[in-house]
């Protein structure tokens, strides 16, 4: 088999998951190379994402060299994918699923035992860090006197701004935080009756040409059929809804009982108006059961909301 041309950011985050993908290839028999991507994401770092004005911003570049033939297979954070894939691409496999809840994390000092008890010490007006509207939307309830004020950076540099005192807390997703040795930095992992975590969040995606048999082959030992199926039917609910990654849409799919329990949830960016849904059914039909949770959004008012987030 030829050498594979592995597409990638460069973040640490982005670079751990492309390691671990060479990797599992690698122990397969396969020969992996890395090439790093700079994609508009890495270059907005100081413009807070709602400003961006793209669907595709952490994932064009890399997909652009996929399909020209630069590279043989892209590694994404799923939940930086569009819904819609470009034609001719699709997602061959995915990784175990890390931890897919939001993490709230306070100073470097601070020490808490449970999500009570940081919201306690937060007191009436924090200053929480999060550039993720659905983030704001859904914590506007549970944090009601704080001000959300956007944040961006890698892990570690948006940790540095919270010890620095620029924040009272920041909100980052507990996988990015768990792959990078940060898992002592989560002050509490907020659940996601209360946060709904993004589609996708906290799963690897490996992306390749649709045509290309060979590189599919190569990755079906290394995928995980659960963390598929979830990502199957996350994602059907972005789709059905028109959503994007930087809209206040939330879905999660766990498994149980042989069965999923999916979670959605639709807010406008204030989090005046919330709509949450649930839906459970067979694994095996995925992505009936995302289109089931998508049509109960929808009938709570989920597409004007939705609409009403686009146009701001």
């Known amino acids: 088999m030829r050498t594979l041309t592995l597409g990638t950011r460069g973040s640490a985050l982005a670079l751990w998951q492309a390691r671990t993908v060479a990797g599992l290839l690698e122990a397969s028999g396969a020969r992996v190379e890395l090439a790093i991507i700079r994609t508009e994401g890495d270059r907005l770092q100081q413009r807070p994402l709602t400003e961006t004005g793209t669907k ?25 994918m569009p819904a819609v894939l470009p034609d001719g691409l699709d997602i061959a496999a995915v990784l175990p699923r890390e931890d897919p809840r939001d ?100 799963i690897v995606a490996v992306e390749i040409r649709s045509d290309d048999d060979e590189t599919r082959r190569a990755l079906a030992p290394i995928s995980d059929h659960p963390a598929a199926v979830s990502l199957i039917a996350e994602r059907t609910v972005v789709e059905a809804l028109g959503g994007g990654c930087q809209l206040p849409l939330g879905a999660i799919a766990l498994h149980a009982s042989g069965g999923l329990q999916l979670y959605g949830v639709v807010a406008s960016p204030d989090g005046r108006q919330v709509i949450r849904r649930e839906a459970t059914g067979p694994a095996s039909d995925a992505a009936a059961l995302g289109r089931q949770l998508a049509d109960a959004l929808a009938e709570g008012g989920a597409r004007a909301i939705l609409n009403d987030a686009r146009k701001a």
């Open 56 to 80: 595709r911003l952490f994932v064009k570049e890399i997909e652009d060299a996929l399909m020209r033939g630069d590279v043989d297979l892209a590694v994404h954070s799923a939940k930086d």
């Open 103 to 202: 993490a709230l994390v306070l100073g470097e000092s601070v020490k808490v035992v449970d999500l009570a008890a940081a919201v306690a010490h937060l007191g009436e007006t924090p200053v929480v860090g999060t550039s993720s509207v659905r983030r704001v939307a859904q914590l506007s309830g549970l944090l009601p006197q704080a001000t959300f004020a956007p944040i961006r950076g890698n892990v570690d540099t948006r940790l540095r701004k919270l010890d620095a005192g620029e924040f009272h807390a920041i909100v980052l997703a507990a996988a990015g935080m768990r792959r990078l040795g940060f898992a002592a930095r989560i002050s509490a992992a907020i659940p996601v009756e209360v946060c709904v975590p993004a589609p996708g969040q906290g």
